[in-house]
């Protein structure tokens, strides 16, 4: 499924179609990008039955020594079952701070970079799926991955998922769907 524009607007669609999919492949492992909560909440709605890990930005990303998602909203998620992550990111990370600082050339930005020729939401699904691998929170099976392009879900992934030091080991199985434009 393409969408005709990235962003918030396609969240429900999105899901719906990441549901279904992942019910067809019998998929209960199911990754879901959330920096206020907003997505997280409808995916508890749309994925009952699964195994929902849902990943948000670490904290400073937005002010320093400050969550963005708030304790409450995690709290609440994490008393209805959920695994809530706030992690560095897995494509940018400490290179994003030396890229500030220094010029040159940083091959985990340029994968960032590659991966954003799909659509930012796209980097997302890959970003959280290495994220949420990496805080031991899959178990190596097949996953759907949804991200988006800054609120929102728009992109939907089925893929075998990574560690950040086996990232090349990831497989992008299927794009459930994304933006058309962006």
């Known amino acids: 499924m393409y969408f005709d524009k990235p962003g918030k607007d396609n969240t429900d669609q999105t899901l719906k179609l990441a549901a279904k999919r992942a019910k067809e492949l019998a998929i209960n ?26 990943v948000t930005y670490h904290s400073g990303f937005k002010e ?75 178990t190596g099976k097949d996953i759907v991955s949804i991200g988006g392009s800054g609120h929102g879900a728009d992109s939907a992934l089925v893929l075998k998922p990574a560690h950040q030091n086996n990232f090349f080991d990831m497989r992008i199985r299927e794009v459930i769907c994304k933006p058309r434009s962006f």
């Open 29 to 54: 492992e199911v990754v879901v990008a959330s920096s206020s909560g907003f997505t997280a909440g409808k995916a508890i709605e749309i994925f009952d039955g699964c195994r929902l890990t849902v």
């Open 64 to 138: 320093p020594f400050k969550n963005v998602m708030s304790a409450d909203v995690k709290a609440d998620l994490q008393n209805k079952g959920i695994t809530v992550i706030a992690a560095s990111h897995a494509l940018s990370g400490i290179e994003r701070s030396i890229a500030k600082k220094h010029s040159g050339v940083y091959p985990v930005l340029m994968i960032a970079d590659t991966l954003r020729l799909f659509g930012q939401g796209i980097k997302v699904a890959v970003e959280v799926a290495v994220m949420a691998a990496d805080a031991g929170a899959l």
